[in-house]
């Protein structure tokens, strides 16, 4: 019986997504003693390393094969898995990032552009974003899910490092899904392939997306939205577990319960909730874009909201609401995963077919270099802050997403008026 495409595109989103130790992440970090400025190098690294191979991977994708690609990409990133698994060691812990940031590289841009191949195929091109989101809504179900199963687990275990271990698992499974895809989603590929190929294509197309202009300012909306969110989303972890602490500290039944187990009664409901409401706004994207009328316009009211839920995060933080923090950032998660169809659908729309995988490697890359240059600041901030016993580090947090909404709606504002000059 042969499986649809786009079962097999969804079931890919699923099992990627299945990363049972992200809800608990930055706990897990915690649990190994780690500080916030220490966890902030860590995710620094992790970024630098993912630009370091970045562009070149997406390259290689184009030109020795995407499945192949995504095959090397699962292997990392099961490697990374049982490093996490296995080490107390903070040194150890650069290996565990390095072969992570390597999964990352391999993997971003290169299956939305077999997606985006398929639908050239088949003629499907107008269902762009429609087929996108309907893809992404099952990468959250599946996140969805893995939050409730990773609950589960630590509930279980009491501890966070048995969920990277199982982790793997879903891995597996996804490599075995992407090997059955189709040859034809690998992209043309030129009869001799050498290093210099590799350079060109790379070259030509790094020079294209500088060229254009509307390429280069969607490159830098989203260094500034989701390189920004990237470093912020980081806190919702800390944020939930104290307010579960607090909350079960007097109740006679969570005496017996560790610190861990407590976080799972707080994180499990939210963040699978968080994971459903994403996969009903992904899938309904193009139906929220036909109502603004333009991707454009649809951006610019993100914006908007961006800055609106920052400064609630701002006011939340000052006043030590945690309740209010977490629902602010509830609604952040909620803006991006609106954000993200509108921004690869306007990608794609610029950009050609032969460079698909490369040009949306260089839109990560950028995005990611925010996060390498922010998340040790950040870190450290949040640490003097906690050390000064202020109490107000989430104002902090929140204060990133602020300036940089305002910065964006300043540039797209100008960029419109210059726009209804010239026409």
Same mark, same amino acid.
């Given at each position: 019986?042969?499986?649809?495409?786009?079962?097999?595109?969804?079931?890919?989103?699923?099992?990627?997504?299945?990363?049972?130790? #992200?809800?608990?992440?930055?706990?897990?970090?915690? %649990?190994? #003693?780690?500080?916030?400025?220490?966890?902030?190098?860590? *995710?620094?690294?992790?970024?630098?390393?993912?630009?370091?191979?970045?562009?070149?991977?997406?390259?290689?994708?184009?030109?020795?094969?995407?499945?192949?690609?995504?095959?090397?990409?699962?292997?990392?990133?099961?490697?990374?898995?049982?490093?996490?698994?296995?080490? $107390? +060691?903070?040194?150890?812990?650069?290996? =565990?990032?390095?072969?992570?940031?390597?999964?990352?590289?391999?993997? !971003?841009?290169?299956?939305?552009?077999?997606?985006?191949?398929?639908?050239?195929?088949?003629?499907?091109?107008?269902?762009?974003?429609?087929?996108?989101?309907?893809?992404?809504?099952?990468?959250?179900?599946?996140? =969805?899910?893995?939050?409730?199963?990773?609950?589960?687990?630590?509930?279980? *275990?009491?501890?966070? !490092?048995?969920?990277?271990?199982?982790?793997?698992?879903?891995?597996?499974?996804?490599?075995?899904?992407?090997?059955?895809?189709?040859?034809?989603?690998?992209?043309? &590929?030129? +009869?001799?392939? $050498?290093?210099?190929?590799?350079? /060109?294509? !790379?070259?030509?197309?790094? *020079?294209?997306?500088? &060229?254009?202009?509307?390429?280069?300012? @969607?490159?830098? %909306?989203?260094?500034?939205? %989701?390189?920004?969110?990237?470093?912020?989303?980081?806190?919702?972890?800390?944020?939930?577990?104290?307010?579960?602490?607090?909350?079960?500290?007097?109740?006679?039944?969570? +005496?017996?319960?560790?610190? #861990?187990?407590?976080? /799972?009664?707080? /994180?499990?409901?939210?963040?699978?909730?968080?994971?459903?409401?994403? =996969?009903?706004?992904?899938?309904?994207?193009?139906?929220?874009?036909?109502?603004?009328?333009?991707?454009?316009?649809?951006?610019? &009211?993100?914006?908007?909201?961006?800055?609106?839920?920052?400064?609630?995060?701002?006011?939340?933080?000052? $006043?030590?609401?945690?309740?209010?923090?977490?629902?602010?950032?509830? @609604?952040?998660?909620?803006? +991006?995963?609106?954000?993200?169809?509108?921004?690869?659908?306007?990608?794609?729309?610029?950009?050609?077919?032969?460079?698909?995988? !490369?040009?949306?490697?260089? %839109?990560?890359?950028?995005?990611?270099? /925010? $996060?390498?240059?922010?998340?040790?600041?950040?870190?450290?901030?949040?640490?003097?802050?906690?050390?000064?016993?202020?109490?107000? #580090?989430? =104002?902090?947090?929140?204060?990133?997403?602020?300036?940089?909404?305002?910065?964006?709606?300043?540039?797209?504002?100008?960029?419109?008026?210059?726009?209804?000059?010239?026409?």
């Amino acid at each position: 019986m042969k499986i649809p495409m786009l079962a097999r595109f969804c079931a890919y989103g699923f099992l990627k997504n299945q990363r049972y130790f #992200e809800p608990f992440f930055v706990l897990a970090l915690l %649990e190994k #003693e780690l500080n916030f400025f220490q966890i902030g190098i860590l *995710f620094s690294f992790r970024e630098l390393m993912i630009n370091l191979a970045e562009i070149p991977s997406g390259s290689i994708a184009d030109i020795y094969g995407r499945r192949r690609s995504m095959v090397f990409s699962f292997i990392s990133y099961i490697l990374s898995f049982l490093i996490f698994a296995t080490t $107390t +060691q903070y040194h150890t812990l650069f290996a =565990a990032m390095l072969f992570y940031a390597t999964g990352d590289a391999f993997r !971003t841009g290169t299956h939305k552009a077999m997606i985006f191949s398929w639908l050239r195929l088949q003629g499907k091109e107008a269902q762009r974003l429609s087929y996108y989101g309907f893809t992404r809504s099952w990468s959250k179900i599946g996140s =969805a899910l893995s939050a409730l199963f990773s609950g589960i687990f630590v509930y279980y *275990f009491k501890e966070y !490092t048995s969920i990277f271990y199982i982790s793997c698992i879903p891995y597996i499974f996804n490599i075995v899904n992407v090997i059955s895809y189709p040859p034809e989603l690998d992209g043309e &590929k030129p +009869q001799n392939i $050498t290093i210099k190929n590799i350079y /060109v294509h !790379t070259k030509n197309v790094l *020079f294209e997306t500088l &060229k254009s202009s509307y390429l280069r300012h @969607l490159v830098l %909306e989203s260094m500034g939205f %989701e390189g920004v969110f990237n470093t912020m989303k980081e806190y919702l972890q800390p944020v939930l577990q104290a307010l579960a602490v607090g909350i079960l500290l007097h109740l006679s039944f969570a +005496q017996q319960l560790t610190d #861990e187990q407590k976080s /799972v009664l707080l /994180v499990v409901p939210v963040y699978s909730l968080l994971f459903l409401t994403s =996969a009903v706004i992904s899938r309904n994207a193009y139906k929220i874009i036909s109502i603004f009328g333009d991707e454009d316009v649809a951006a610019m &009211k993100s914006w908007i909201l961006y800055a609106v839920f920052s400064l609630l995060v701002i006011l939340a933080g000052l $006043t030590q609401r945690l309740w209010l923090v977490a629902l602010a950032f509830i @609604l952040i998660y909620n803006l +991006q995963n609106l954000w993200r169809p509108f921004l690869i659908s306007r990608f794609d729309s610029y950009s050609r077919e032969e460079q698909g995988a !490369t040009i949306l490697s260089i %839109e990560s890359q950028s995005r990611r270099i /925010v $996060t390498m240059i922010l998340a040790p600041l950040l870190g450290y901030g949040v640490d003097a802050i906690k050390n000064a016993q202020l109490h107000t #580090e989430y =104002a902090l947090v929140g204060s990133l997403g602020l300036l940089s909404s305002l910065f964006f709606l300043y540039i797209n504002a100008k960029r419109q008026k210059q726009k209804i000059i010239i026409n």
